[in-house]
């Protein structure tokens, strides 16, 4: 999204300071009518990135994205319409939509059992090739042979190449069924130690309540993020809301790891902390378990990598058929 909408996401020139939010919110309320109020503002480090706005618009959440040195706004984005909004839809719910106040979820349960399959066509996958492994004397070759003709290749892709990539889509089934049956989430929880609550623990989310023009004091707002800057240095970002505070950390790992904050809405007090050190298990895991299934806990690597891995599956159940009938044509 980035590359393809660069003037969205990147300012044109970032010259000196950006303004102090009470002066930025000034020059966004002049080119906004008085029925949108903001609700929060995401505040990169990187000099050169826009602000981001939330607020809330015919019963919908938007993002405004604005230029922090002049407050110019830049895009009003909603991303219903958004390619990656739709591919998770697909991918979550078969585009049943999500159905948090009941009916039942068809398109859910159809991911989950498939994923279910999944997992035992690929364990029963690494099981056989383990045995034909061992049997053939630890002959049996881990290299793809890729200039032996295209029969031989579109054997060793299934075969030798799917056993390289099992293991990472093996994870991916295991952590995405978490989202799928509360039976297993329950149960993989527990695995690690974990007991879950009724809902995430320290993650104030980036809607958070709706923002008042009237009520709300951006400068209090700027010395907020001005106190946690200072406190957290080498920080990725910032997201403040009306009494509600989130750092977010520059380090790889649980990506959405963060420190949540409380201050008064009156004085720019801070009132609470909820350190992510000091986060339970089930809120660490519930980070883990997103950062692991999305490939981002090592950054591009690990998304090449699970990129890759994922691409490499697809072909699996194509090449899969194919020496199937290969061998039912010609046995």
Known sequence: MQWCFPSRYYVEVAEGSPLPLDRLMEAVNEQLPDTLQVASVYLPADPEKNYRMSFAGQGRMWSMFVDPYSGKIKEIYHAEGNFFTFMRRLHRWLLTGFRPGGGFPVGKIVVGVATLLLVFILAAGMILWIIKWRKSGRRYGWRIKWQSGWKRLLYDLHIVGGMYVSLVLLVLALTGLTWSFDWYRTGFYKLFGAELSGKPGGQHGERGGKGDREQADFALWQQVAGQLAAQHPGHKALLIQNGKASV????????????????????????????????????????????????????????????????????????????????????
């Open 248 to 331: 977010y950390p520059q380090a790889t790992g649980n990506v959405r790891a963060s420190d949540n904050y409380t201050f008064d809405p009156q004085t720019g007090v801070i009132t609470g902390e909820n350190r992510y050190a000091n986060l339970d298990k089930a809120g660490k895991l519930r980070g883990w378990i997103y950062s692991v299934h999305t490939g981002s806990w090592g950054g591009w690597l690990t998304r090449i990598i699970t990129c890759i891995a994922s691409l490499w599956g697809a072909s699996l159940p194509l090449t899969g058929y194919y020496l199937w009938w290969r061998k039912s044509r010609f046995s």
